[in-house]
């Protein structure tokens, strides 16, 4: 049977690690009532999702005032910044349990959940962002760290009067250091023509050799009552690497973006998740035995987000295939990587 989505009147509390800063309860308002999903009509034009490197001025005006926006809602709405933080911390760090499975934390990652779970948490996260400027065609960037245009920190998450911007990100890390999509932990000291072409070979290796089969990009399975048993290639490298870059290492679990806790307490989690929803379009699109589960226990999935009228609504992997449906696309831009093979 599927994973379903949780009772959110039951969230408990979650396992933080040690020193966790900042409010530990991660749950969500309890919802009245619940509503599934169902497509939005087909739009003229689809959003068009930016390379966060690359936007205009106008772009980031909008941007940054639906941000602030988010970030001065109170905390108990479901919509605001920090309860859209808590999201991930309640669906990572074992604020759920299954449903049915008293005894088990749900848990959105290693597995074949990785990828849905969070298209349907930035697409929340989107309209929301659409909605508080009264612009429906508002859509969110993504950080281009396949490309070596954007390999560093997008510089309008590093600017400090920005309410993009995050105190708790790496100091050596910023701008314009070059990112290391294999980042161990240990900077490395590669020349940055060198570093660019790893990246670019990382690249390649997690979207082509290393990802021929669903299971191998998309992760195992994992269904009701079982436990996860190993993510994909994207989520294993370049995600992790490019969380643990980020995230500060003077602080005691590399907040925010080194643990799953504190991750989307700093807006670049969403571009960082973005690129990496992009991916998985892209991925759809090389090829060969490239094609996704039809098994119903991934495809009935589903998890539960309030929408832009504080609605919460139910979503399964099902909805979610098809970011065309869901109302976007991509920027356009060049995929070297894709000639990179070692
Ligand atoms: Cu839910 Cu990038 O992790």
Redesign the pocket.
């Known amino acids: 049977a599927p994973i379903t989505a949780p009772n959110i009147a039951q969230c408990g509390p979650a396992d933080l690690p040690q020193d966790a800063q900042g409010d530990h309860n991660c749950c969500p308002p309890v919802a009245q009532n619940i509503i599934d999903f169902t497509l939005p009509p087909t739009p003229a034009t689809l959003k068009v999702r930016p390379a966060a490197h690359s936007v205009d001025n106008e772009y980031l005006q909008k941007f940054n005032r639906a941000i602030s926006l988010m970030k001065a809602l109170p905390d108990t709405d479901p919509r605001s910044f920090s309860q859209q933080a808590k999201v991930?911390c309640a669906y990572?760090d074992g604020g759920y349990n299954q449903v049915g499975f008293p005894n088990l934390d749900l848990q959105?990652?290693g597995s074949w959940l990785f990828l849905p779970f969070?298209r349907c948490y930035l697409y929340f996260f989107e309209r929301i962002l659409g909605n508080l400027i009264n612009d429906p065609t508002f859509a969110m960037p993504f950080w281009n760290w396949d490309n070596p245009a954007g390999m560093q920190m997008p510089a309008i998450y590093a600017d400090r009067n920005s309410p993009l911007y995050d105190s708790e990100r790496d100091g050596p890390h910023q701008p314009p250091t070059l990112v290391d999509l294999n980042f161990d932990g240990e900077d490395t000291d590669m020349s940055t023509d060198d570093l660019t072409t790893a990246n670019l070979t990382v690249m390649y290796r997690q979207m082509v050799s290393n990802a021929k089969t669903a299971r191998l990009f998309l992760g195992q399975p994992y269904k009701a009552g079982g436990s996860p048993r190993g993510g994909g290639s994207l989520e294993n490298v370049p995600?992790g690497p490019v969380?643990i870059w980020t995230g500060d290492r003077n602080q005691p679990n590399t907040e925010d973006m080194g643990n799953?806790y504190s991750?989307a307490r700093d807006p670049i989690?969403y571009a960082?998740?973005s690129n990496i929803d992009r991916m998985w379009s892209i991925w759809k699109t090389l090829g060969a035995n490239r094609v996704e589960f039809t098994d119903s226990d991934w495809l009935d999935a589903s998890f539960v987000f309030y929408d832009e009228n504080a609605q919460a609504v139910k979503i399964r992997v099902r909805d979610c295939l098809d970011t065309k449906k869901l109302g976007y696309t991509y920027q356009d831009v060049d995929l070297p990587w894709l000639n990179s093979q070692p």
């Open positions: 991930h990572c959105v990652h969070h995600h969380h799953f991750a989690f960082h998740h």
